[in-house]
């Protein structure tokens, strides 16, 4: 906020928002990080507090969707896992689209869910969307260790040779998967701010994105001719990566991975952009 004081020895003060495209604001960021982390322990919170099981909800989650696939896809309807074992085949796209399907979800969704804050008290906007992806980085990481334990049980060998293969694999694919959903989820909270009907289609395109996303195929079963299609979806070459690293088994290429975090990139730098310039103009539409 800027204040510009009116006339000599007037007390009259203007208070007009900043509104700027290129307005990061970096080391005021960082000046709030112990906000961000504050709003990460009350989101945790909020989510788990007078439940009736708490955190394990987290656990939870990708077991069962991991038991329904395996009941559906693998002993019903026989879809094809290019020999990888079926529960690591399903887990690792469950675990990793889930990190986009929160941050996205819970991103755009931050002035509808933040406004009363907003109007109370001054500090970055941008805490509060990354403090979500925070938070859903750390739901990742349980996920993840019951991933990991099934490695252990199911391919010991591949985490035990293999680890200068799947550590820099897990890490890109993370940091682009999360990415992804927060540029996402940046550009469309302006929106919702604005459009409150949009929120449906957020839940859409989560459920679209899904089957677009290689979670329960492999892309080696779509045909050629629309490969081209799949691989437009800039988390289709991460979660093969994500096997690829862990299971020695992934279609991608160098110039598919690129093209996804050159997607990941823009699509944060329009958010925030969107973000710094209508942000602070939305508080009087929520």
Known sequence: MDSNRQGGGSNTWEI????????WRLRELWEYRHLLLRLVRRDFLIHHQQTLLGPLWIVFQPVIML??????????????????????????????YNLFAECFSGTAFTFIQNGTLFGKVYFPRLVIPFSVVVVNLIRFGIQFVIFMTLMFFIEPDQLIQYPHRWIPCMVIAIIITALVGLGMGLIFSILTAKYRDLVNIIHLIVRLMMFATPIIYPISLVNEKFRIWVYMNPLSSVVELFRFGFLGQGTFTFYQLLYSAIVALLLNIMGIMLFNKYGNKLQDVI
């Open 16 to 23: 007009k928002p900043d509104s700027y495209w290129f307005a």
């Open 67 to 96: 038991v329904m696939y395996m009941l559906i896809f693998e002993k019903a309807v026989g879809l094809s896992t290019d020999g990888l074992p079926p529960a690591l085949f399903y887990l690792s796209g469950i675990i990793l």
